[in-house]
């Protein structure tokens, strides 16, 4: 089965921290992605990746880095936090197959609360 | 560019009952992929169902099948025999082969099952 996590379930920081939101998946897949998750709005793209060091702005990528270093790892950066980044993160990864058409699986979530 | 619609915020059945979700999308696009995803309220995201546009024959998943209507651009959701961990949000999304694997998903609706 495929495993993605997360680093926490549960995030609280202050306003104009650093924040780093961590993803590892388990299946050498390809293609990460950042999503967030608003009620009412639903998932929204923030980044994506089809390999290491390489990346691409999704629907929201404003106060949004990330960084791939490793095939595994994903890494969701909020260089100054505010509190309108308060909001449930979804990574997910999918296998390299055809583009645009691979299932994606999710990991649990982070829960970022921004004081 | 394409979007997700899911008309119904909040839907409710009894258990064993069966209940239809509805996912309307709008695109020129003709290779598309179509998901409902399911969130418990443990947050993981989850497959539900899977459909290749190019595919007349709806999916099929046990008690989960779908509507697709290509031309009208519908994709309900079908739950028979529905039991208390279908409660979750569920969401439509869409994914057309020309983009770089970018999902779009719809509001969500919330279902409960009841007793």
């Known amino acids: 089965d495929v495993k993605v996590t997360q680093s926490s379930r549960y995030l609280v920081k202050r306003t104009g921290e650093k924040v780093f939101l961590e993803c590892v998946q388990d299946?050498?897949?390809?293609?990460m992605f950042w999503y967030r998750q608003d009620p009412g709005l639903g998932l929204r793209l923030i980044y994506f990746?089809?390999?290491?060091?390489?990346?691409e702005k999704g629907d929201i990528p404003e106060g949004y880095s990330v960084s791939r270093e490793k095939k595994e790892r994903f890494s969701l950066i909020l260089e100054s936090a505010s509190t309108n980044q308060t909001s449930m993160y979804l990574c997910?990864?999918?296998?390299?197959?055809?583009?645009?058409?691979?299932?994606?699986?999710f990991g649990p979530g982070t829960r970022l609360t921004v004081l | 560019a394409q979007t997700v619609t899911q008309s119904q915020p909040e839907m409710s059945v009894q258990e064993a009952e069966t209940v239809t979700l509805s996912c309307t999308y709008d695109?020129?696009?003709?290779?598309?992929?179509l998901f409902w995803y399911k969130q418990p309220p443990s947050r993981q995201m989850i497959l539900v169902i899977r459909?290749?546009?190019?595919?007349?024959q709806n999916a099929t998943e046990n008690r989960f099948s779908v509507n697709f209507q290509k031309a009208a651009k519908s994709f309900s959701l079908k739950i028979s025999d529905s039991q208390l961990g279908d409660t979750a949000m569920y969401f439509c999304?869409?994914?057309?082969?020309?983009?770089?694997?970018?999902?779009?998903f719809g509001t969500g609706t919330r279902l409960q099952v009841t007793l």
């Open positions: 999304a869409f994914i057309y082969t020309g983009t770089a694997s970018k999902l779009t």
């Open positions: 695109t020129s696009e003709n290779n598309y992929y």
């Open positions: 299946m050498d897949h390809e293609n």
């Open positions: 990746s089809y390999d290491v060091k390489m990346k």
């Open positions: 997910a990864s999918s296998a390299p197959g055809g583009r645009g058409t691979d299932t994606q699986y």
């Open positions: 459909q290749e546009a190019y595919k007349q």
